[in-house]
């Protein structure tokens, strides 16, 4: 989860590193998965516009999930569970001495769905290492940085991990008219 935070604080980098950062501000993250081809000739036939996706609908694709990108919500109305686990981990975290740090909300959506939700620390010193490698610069690349690093890992997870079957799963044809897309639209690899 390290990798994630890092991800977050990366994202957030600007709005934390202000001249008036706001700490009590309640920041909402939607991290977006997607089920990813494990073969990378799947991925790059996915991606390329020349190959009839038809052809690649009837194909059978395994997969496992990947982050996508990082996105702020923090002007979408939250419901109140997320306010609830928000403010439980703001408590949390002032109550033990970190009330210089941020609380990002994160929310894992794949389809427009919110699966789960988790709230992360970000801490002076996770932006200190954002700065000190320059992570701010490249988080808006597409899988690169602490997003790429998570992403590799999983894909180990899926690939060798002790439960790999656990971590796998075919794609289906909505999964792979929206990598086609997301392609199309980044013209490059998902």
Request: charged content about 30%; hydrophobic content about 35%; some cysteine.
């Amino acid at each position: 989860m390290s990798s994630l935070r890092l991800a977050l604080a990366a994202r957030y980098y600007h709005e934390f590193t202000s001249t008036n950062p706001e700490r009590r501000k309640m920041w909402i993250a939607g991290a977006t998965m997607i089920i990813y081809p494990n073969d990378t000739k799947d991925a790059i036939d996915l991606a390329n516009p020349d190959i009839p996706l038809n052809s690649l609908l009837a194909k059978q694709i395994t997969g496992s999930i990947r982050l996508a990108e990082i996105t702020e919500r923090s002007n979408c109305p939250p419901d109140d569970k997320f306010e609830a686990a928000w403010k439980a981990h703001r408590n949390d975290t002032d109550r033990l001495g970190h009330r210089e740090a941020h609380v990002v909300l994160t929310t894992f959506d794949y389809r427009n769905q919110v699966f789960f939700l988790i709230p992360f620390t970000i801490h002076p010193q996770d932006l200190a290492l954002i700065r000190e490698h320059k992570l701010y610069e490249i988080v808006e690349k597409e899988n690169s940085g602490p997003l790429f690093e998570l992403n590799a890992a999983l894909h180990r997870e899926a690939q060798e991990g002790d439960n790999a079957k656990k971590w796998t799963c075919p794609l289906g044809e909505n999964d792979k008219r929206y990598l086609r897309e997301r392609a199309t639209k980044r013209g490059a690899l998902v």
